[in-house]
């Protein structure tokens, strides 16, 4: 990247002026390269001389005067300068940043890819909802956090698996089950007692009301166990899942693979973790429970894994679920996707993989906080179905699948959100989300109109040294950004930078529409012509690049 070639070029130079004896010998540090505050500052600052003085024994501002001697500057860089107390500011050559369109042009579809991460294996498991009725807007925001992680990594150069976890085992699958049953029966006249800690929501009526309108009362003539247990393979296959599906869709959100957690209990695989776990003595039993001792690890408390009844715990499962994606499949990263109610999991899941040999580090859970939807002002509730929560897809279909991901990306995961539906509907420059599809639609409009007069869009003409104006600089150096803000996603797994990103490159772009006119009627000004329009088709394919890796459309005209 062209941050680490300005460090590179900085570290060269501290090396040489120490071999020359113009600076003492010492350890070099790490050089920080930053973009300024300030533009004026120029393109790129490093502050790294301030953190020598008592190396060196003299002034910052003597050290990077001493060091600038001694810098072999790549073509990119132009201008250098030494700012009290001991910054050094750099410029970029503008010639060369012009020429960069070229290379814009050149890699359209990948650019601002990086090989951070050489191929690594990294899972990212996602949205993973328990299976017991719609996805709800909390749940969207950790559907597009996850898939958008997954795409920032893969531009970074790994190579990513995004993954649905269905929980159809357990204590909560089994009272969805006997709740839909209830529901079905009593849809057939049969005074059968609701579960008393049950599922709800209209949505249970609706689906035993579909039930029953398909099948009838083949389940009423089946033993009641056998009867529970088919309808609610049914309910989750034909109903939760489907809908799950349809959600995600709408959401533009394909995953590589659903993996159920009832295969976890279906071979050996459950049997072959237990008697690890009791091997490096991390299992107890108590109370007529068997434990995991979490508190070996530095946790506060045992976790149970085999309940008093003989069945698996919860945590049983997310034993077993790591154990079959580090070791069986063989992830170098996983990456599971929380919601911050699980914050007090967090040591324990360390812990587990602590007693698997498996170093923590390579298990990532990001946490994200909770979601709140306002209008005018107020909170409100959108489901029409089960009066308890806001649905998503409820909520698509209001807002659109773009403007939902957008905003549900907008804020950093452990911020608190408030997803703002006036402004999410809103056709106009205050909606981010359509300010920065109307940038791309904007250039889409000026090659059409350029080809109907004549203008061959698609030719290799236009001197692009002629590009000097500011805003053209500007909008150039933001695409070459592109790059630095993937690298920032995928190091801090916040995604949320590419909103930031995407509005600055239609603000610069904007900017540049209003201060550069694209198409001359002067014959003499054709090359200069021709340069914009290809720097008018490379902004193009760079915003349909960032709102690509944002999982949103790239529209043609609004």
Known sequence: MLRDQIATMIRDGLRSAQKAGDLPSFALPEVIVEEPKLPEHGNYSSPVCMGLARFARMAPVEIARRLLTHVRRPDPVGEMEVVHPGFINIRLEPRWIAQQVDAILANAETWGAIDLGRGKRVQVEFGSANPTGPLHVGFGRNVVLGDTIASVLEAAGYAVQREYYVNDAGTQIGLFAESLYARYAQALGQ??????????????????????????????K?????????????????????????????LNVHYDNWFHERTLY????????????????????????????????????????????????????????????????????????????????????????????????????????????????????????????????????????????????????????????????????????????????????????????????????????????????????????????????????????????????????????????????????????????KLVQAAKAVLARVLGLMGMSAPEKM
């Open 191 to 220: 005074a059968v007692e609701f579960p008393q800690d049950g599922y709800q929501g209209q949505y249970i009526r609706d689906w035993a009301e579909e039930i029953v309108a398909s099948a009838g009362d083949r389940f009423l």
């Open 222 to 250: 089946m033993e009641r166990a056998d009867a529970v247990r088919a309808i609610g393979e049914l309910g989750l296959e034909d109903k939760v899942l489907r809908s799950v599906r349809h959600d995600v869709d709408l």
């Open 266 to 533: 279906e071979g050996t695989q459950f049997g072959t973790i237990m008697r690890i776990l009791r091997q490096g003595d991390n299992l107890v039993e108590r109370e007529g429970a068997v434990w995991f001792t979490a508190t070996r690890y530095g946790v506060d408390k045992d976790e149970v894994v085999i309940r008093s009844t003989g069945q698996p715990g919860y945590f049983a499962s997310d034993i077993a679920y790591h154990y079959n994606k580090f070791v069986e499949r063989g992830f170098d990263w996983v990456i599971d996707v929380w919601g911050a109610d699980h914050q007090g999991h967090v040591p324990r899941m360390k812990a587990m993989m602590e007693s698997l040999d498996l170093d923590p580090d390579r298990l990532t859970l990001l946490l994200y906080q909770l979601v709140t939807i306002k209008q005018g002002g107020e909170d409100i509730r959108l489901s029409k179905r089960a009066g308890t929560l806001v649905e998503l897809a409820e909520l698509l279909n209001d807002a659109g699948p773009d403007a939902v991901r957008f905003f549900l990306l907008s804020r950093d995961p452990n911020s608190q959100m408030d997803f703002d539906l006036d402004l999410a509907r809103e056709q106009s420059d205050k909606n981010p989300v359509y300010y920065v599809q109307y940038g791309h639609a904007r250039i889409a409009s000026i090659l059409r109109k350029a080809s109907e007069r004549g203008w061959d869009v698609e030719t290799d003409e236009g001197d692009l040294s002629l590009l000097t104006h500011p805003s053209e600089l500007a909008l150039i150096r933001r695409m070459l950004a592109l790059e630095e803000v993937i690298e920032l996603a995928a190091t801090r797994l916040a995604p949320h930078h590419l909103t930031y990103y995407a509005q600055d490159l239609a603000s610069d772009f904007h900017s540049f529409y209003r201060d550069c006119h694209v198409l001359s009627a002067d014959p003499a000004d054709a090359a200069l012509s021709y340069a914009r329009l």
